[in-house]
Nanobody, 122 residues
Framework: GQLLESGGGLVQSGGSLRLSCAAS????????MGWYRQYPGKERELVAT???????HYADSVRGRFTISRDNARNTIDLQMNNLKPEDTAVYYC?????????????????WGQGTLVTVSS
């Protein structure tokens, strides 16, 4: 399985961007999905997550500005980012917790996208 992201780019402070992520390439079930971001020289940090039942969780720094949504039928998630700030500038990664089930076993795996750069100018 793989995750393909799209939607990053350059935007002015106060502007909006929408990130999308699609899971494909295998037979598996998807549990939680989410978005993380990474600043240069820093560890990856959680931005927002969403369960299969659409329960959401946000980092304090983005709550009220970002909205995560999910389409289980299409295996996609989106991140609508409004009122962007220069400190939101980072590489954003899509994440999925999946289970690959065969007759013999169920294997839990974690997928990551390739990352998409979001740049917010002041």
């Amino acid at each position: 399985g793989q995750l393909l992201e799209s939607g990053g780019g350059l935007v002015q402070s106060g502007g909006s961007l929408r990130l999308s992520c699609a899971a494909s390439g295998g037979v598996f079930s998807i549990e939680d999905m989410g978005w993380y971001r990474q600043y240069p020289g820093k560890e990856r940090e959680l931005v927002a997550t969403i369960t299969h039942a659409h329960s959401t969780h946000y980092a304090d720094s983005v709550r009220g500005r970002f909205t995560i949504s999910r389409d289980n039928a299409r295996n996609t998630i989106d991140l609508q980012m409004n009122n962007l700030k220069p400190e939101d500038t980072a590489v954003y990664y899509c994440n999925a917790q999946i289970t690959v089930t065969t007759i013999e076993s169920a294997t839990h795996l974690e997928l990551w996208g390739q990352g998409t750069l979001v740049t917010v100018s002041s």
